[in-house]
């Protein structure tokens, strides 16, 4: 596919480059293009844009990616009634006794 074809290819509008204006768009207008597509095309052009990324030392925050796991197994285990949910003070209230017990197990 050719580079205009590429660029034409959502709906036959350009969306790098405004031919009457004859320049490259900015990032700004660039963004604000790309949002008013439909989710459909945002998703296939946010899809082909993550392909074309060949760089595949490009680093991933793993850590990122653990903690949104974590937190759907935290609300997987609320929904499911695995676990229970807590008021603020009822929190506090639980993790002042823990400590005191804690504390109290050291000194002696």
Same mark, same amino acid.
């Given at each position: 596919m050719a580079y205009n074809e590429a660029?034409?290819?959502h709906g036959g509008h350009s969306l790098l480059f405004d031919p009457k204006a004859h320049h490259m768009a900015t990032a700004t207008d660039l963004? /604000?293009?790309v949002l008013a597509l439909s989710e459909p095309e945002r998703a296939e052009?946010?899809?082909t844009l993550l392909r074309s990324l060949d760089d595949v030392s490009t680093p991933v925050d793993e850590s990122g990616i653990e903690l949104e796991?974590?937190?759907q197994s935290r609300i997987d285990d609320?929904?499911?009634g695995?676990?229970?949910l807590l008021e603020l003070d009822e929190?506090? /209230?639980e993790l002042r006794r823990l400590r005191e017990e804690r504390?109290?197990?050291q000194s002696k």
């Open positions: 660029i034409n290819s963004k /604000t293009q052009l946010a899809s796991q974590l937190l609320v929904e499911s695995q676990a229970e929190a506090k /209230t504390l109290s197990g």
